[in-house]
């Protein structure tokens, strides 16, 4: 059983420029996360699709952040016209089916954002 | 709204000592509380949970338990190892939206 794959695994670039990161869930994992987790801070909850819908976002995802999982099983998230404050670790989780969530989520080892 | 505190690290052990690292939280209702380690290079992984008060979570002989009535949910191990050197994550899950609250993580050294 694979685990969770986040493409890039490091992004530099430079401010204004649009970067896009992919996640590849644990197959058979309908739900999947983004967080994201910068220096000396616990992650923090961006998005979560269940299967291809996206069902909750955090007010963190401003307008130049848009999320997708358009067939239910890979992700990307796109950031366009990155600021420098957009440097961060951005995480990719996914679980199990299940109508509750119960909390056990397998991340990824994340994608870091250096916006120069 | 639902948050986690955690004690601030770094916490530098000997191999074999005793490992307490606290945890705190505020909550509305009766959340489910995690703790979520991060080894070098590799993502954060579930250590334990606990989903209701007095449970004892426990795994690769870490413990914690509920406790309501102080909010509290402190990790310890009674003889750690090098290889235990990490970040240590509390987070909940409560409230209306289900997702997981992290706190700020506690890093963990462990020196033979």
């Known amino acids: 059983d694979t685990g969770v794959s986040q493409n890039p695994r490091h992004k530099i670039t430079k401010r204004g420029q649009n970067v896009t990161f992919r996640c590849d869930p644990i197959s058979e994992h309908n739900r999947l996360y983004w967080y994201r987790q910068t220096l000396g801070q616990g992650p923090e909850f961006l998005t979560y699709?269940?299967?291809?819908?996206?069902?909750?976002k955090s007010r963190l995802l401003s307008d130049r952040f848009s999320a997708e999982r358009p067939k239910g099983s890979f992700s990307t998230l796109e950031i366009q016209r990155t600021e420098q404050g957009d440097s961060a670790m951005y995480l990719c989780?996914?679980?199990?089916?299940?109508?509750?969530?119960?909390?056990?989520?397998?991340f990824g080892e994340g994608s870091r954002l250096t916006v120069l | 709204g639902d948050s986690v505190t955690q004690m601030e690290g770094p916490v530098t052990l000997s191999e074999e000592a005793f490992l307490t690292i606290n945890c705190t939280y505020t909550a509305t209702g009766y959340p489910s509380l995690f703790w979520y380690v991060q080894y070098p290079g590799e993502g954060l992984q579930l250590l334990l949970k606990?989903?209701?008060?007095?449970d004892k979570g426990s795994n690769k002989g870490f413990e914690a338990t509920y406790r309501k009535e102080t909010t509290s949910f402190h990790l310890e191990k009674g003889s750690v190892q090098v290889s235990d050197s990490a970040v240590y994550f509390c987070a909940l899950i409560g409230g209306s939206q289900g997702n997981l609250i992290f706190g700020k993580g506690t890093k963990l050294s462990v020196k033979p």
């Open positions: 606990a989903t209701k008060a007095d």
């Open positions: 699709f269940q299967n291809e819908a996206q069902l909750e």
């Open positions: 989780a996914s679980s199990k089916r299940g109508g509750r969530n119960t909390g056990e989520l397998f």
